[in-house]
């Protein structure tokens, strides 16, 4: 782990907020949309981890979907929500890696050019795929610095050349496309009662949580974040987005800042966060890669880690894990699958 840094985890006031809150009708519009562009992932049951749980546990496979996560469902949905002037201007994103495969698949598909921003810490896999989903219509920059910084730089960029700036989680667009991985899990299994999300910028959480509430309004949905890269954890108990201290993580597409916009908008559904350590996020993707032959990378592992870990606790419930990635650099995984875990 490289040394702590400070991070303010809150959105610089000047940047422009949800245009509205997304409900359930959103989410299926987006669903409508996405059920032929995106593939309908697999929710299965999985025979260890309901042992060690005591309890029914099914996984949402998102690491099979296309671009290797849940991604490109809400890039794909903000692009095409986007009006002909937006589009012909071209589109600025900044991303860790995944929503940056996503919007580099959706601006090729629609004819749109997109200029992709990604920190330092980006893994060459995450930048090599933005490159090649992307070709022609594609700039990748890599900014010096980390994700907080980059996004940064995209804001900048897109402000002084007149371009949209597409957000990877703060847009309702994004929320609603993200939320209609929570609407085949619960079409597929629709009484589960105990979810495990995993938490980044806000907008798979909050897109999932509104479509899980719509067809169980009994179901119980925590967040989960690394130790290292913690700004949800802490800004929990009073709804209020907190200054942290973060560390490089291997759950890389969960670090960052937090807008005070998802943040609130969870509060309504949300039922809390629960916090892992980097070692048990390891020991999660070995651990399902050894029980399921699946990879999946750090940010997709860490609801898998909850429950490993004891820090989740269904106390019997039908449980629902979603695992939203898998693109984990080889050399990343050789090193967790021959650490012992």
């Known amino acids: 782990m490289s040394d702590k840094k400070s991070s303010t985890a809150a959105r610089s006031n000047d940047l422009v907020p949800l245009a509205f809150e997304p409900v359930f009708r959103d989410v299926v519009k987006a669903y409508g949309f996405l059920k032929t562009r995106a593939r309908h992932t697999p929710t299965e049951y999985s025979e260890a981890l309901s042992e060690i749980a005591g309890a029914q546990v099914y996984v949402k496979w998102e690491n099979q979907q296309l671009c290797g996560s849940f991604k490109i469902r809400g890039a794909l ?11 012909g ?3 600025v994103t900044c991303s860790s890696g995944n929503h940056g495969q996503g919007v580099a698949l959706a601006a ?15 893994p060459e896999l995450k930048k090599h795929k933005i490159r090649q989903l992307g070709k022609d219509w594609v700039e990748l920059r890599v900014a010096a610095g980390d994700y907080d910084f980059a996004e940064d730089e995209a804001h900048k960029f897109a402000a002084r050349e007149g371009k949209t700036y597409l957000s990877s989680y703060e847009d309702a667009a994004v929320v609603s496309g ?3 991985a929570g609407m085949e899990m619960f079409m597929d299994e629709p009484d589960i009662e105990y979810l495990l999300v995993p938490a980044g910028g806000g907008g ?25 890269s913690n700004p949800w954890v802490v800004s929990w108990p009073d709804g209020i987005v907190k200054t942290v201290t973060y560390s490089d993580t291997v759950a890389d597409g969960l670090a960052g800042a937090i807008p005070q916009s998802l943040l609130t908008l969870a509060k309504k559904r949300v039922s809390g966060m ?11 993707i070995a651990f399902i890669h050894r029980e399921h032959r699946q990879i999946i990378e750090g940010a997709g592992a860490v609801g898998v880690a909850a429950l490993l870990s004891g820090e989740a606790k269904p106390n019997g419930r039908k449980t629902g894990i979603f695992v939203s990635g898998g693109n984990i650099g080889d050399a990343k995984l050789k090193e967790i699958l021959a650490s012992g875990f």
């Open 77 to 87: 949905y903000a692009m095409y929500s986007l009006d002909a002037g937006q589009r």
């Open 89 to 91: 201007k071209g589109v």
């Open 108 to 122: 090729r598909s629609m004819g749109v050019r997109a200029i992709v921003f990604v920190p330092e810490t980006c």
């Open 178 to 180: 993200q939320g209609s």
């Open 204 to 228: 798979l959480i909050n897109g999932i949580a509104i479509a899980a509430k719509a067809v169980n309004p009994e179901v119980e949905i925590f967040g989960v974040q690394s130790e290292a």
């Open 274 to 284: 629960i916090e892992v350590a980097e070692n048990d996020i390891e020991r999660a």
